[in-house]
């Protein structure tokens, strides 16, 4: 686990199915939670706070190991609504709408595109905006990128609503990106975000 910047912690761990690497977070004066997997610390890292109060989700399917986090300190589970239809497993988890404000201070975006609860989470406190599977870096340390186009079910459309969306959150304040897949980018993420867009999602030139 790394502090990347004050009170502001990711880590990496690997999806089981896809054998990719995927990021989470952690505001820990606020002990809040982003796209929860237990670290390599354990959930015992997070006990001498009394543990995370809140856990949110960027989309549904980032549900990951916040059910040990909720059974282990009571943490509250956070989704947009659009994707309550994901959770019929008895997971108790507690829904938003989009543009309504959250735990930690965090507001939330609706960003679409790729599923309609796709969401983006501005960490207000931190200047750090996280993102879901709309916006990756792959490898985890390249340039930013949309999602391959495989993992769309109509990728011109999906790109252009996602850079549609992506644009409207460059008038927020952040200068940091927390992709849940691949790692940080601390400090000049909005100039990165907007150079990528300008290039209509392309990668840069070499």
Same mark, same amino acid.
């Given at each position: ?7 502001? &912690? &990711?880590?990496?761990?690997?999806? +089981? ?20 997997? #237990? @670290?390599?610390?354990?959930? +015992?890292? /997070? ?14 399917? &980032? ?13 509250? #589970? ?8 994901? /959770? ?5 988890? +507690?829904? /938003?709408?989009?543009? =309504?404000?959250?735990?930690?201070? #965090? ?8 599923? @309609? =609860? ?17 916006? !990756? ?9 949309? !999602? ?6 109509? @990728? ?22 927390? @992709?849940?897949?691949?790692?940080? !980018? #601390? ?8 150079? /990528? ?10």
């Amino acid at each position: 686990m790394d502090e990347i910047l004050p009170g502001l &912690h &990711h880590w990496t761990t690997i999806h +089981e199915r896809h054998g990719i690497e995927i990021s989470s977070y952690y505001l820990s004066a606020e002990r809040v939670l982003i796209d929860p997997r #237990v @670290p390599d610390e354990g959930l +015992e890292w /997070f006990a001498p706070s009394g543990g995370p109060v809140a856990a949110l989700l960027t989309n549904r399917h &980032h549900y990951r190991d916040s059910g040990l986090f909720a059974e282990r300190f009571g943490t509250r #589970v956070l989704c947009s609504r659009l994707g309550a239809q994901e /959770f019929t497993k008895g997971e108790t988890v +507690e829904f /938003f709408a989009p543009g =309504d404000d959250l735990p930690g201070g #965090v507001a939330s975006f609706a960003v679409g595109g790729i599923c @309609p =609860d796709e969401t983006a989470l501005l960490c207000r406190a931190h200047g750090a905006l996280a993102v879901a599977d709309g916006l !990756v870096r792959m490898p985890s340390d390249g340039p930013l990128g949309f !999602v391959p186009d495989q993992l769309m079910s109509d @990728p011109p459309r999906t790109r252009a609503r996602l850079a549609e969306a992506y644009t409207r959150l460059l008038a927020e304040d952040f200068d940091t990106l927390l @992709p849940a897949h691949g790692r940080p !980018v #601390v400090g000049g993420a909005k100039e990165a975000l907007r150079a /990528f867009l300008a290039r209509g999602g392309e990668a840069p030139p070499d």
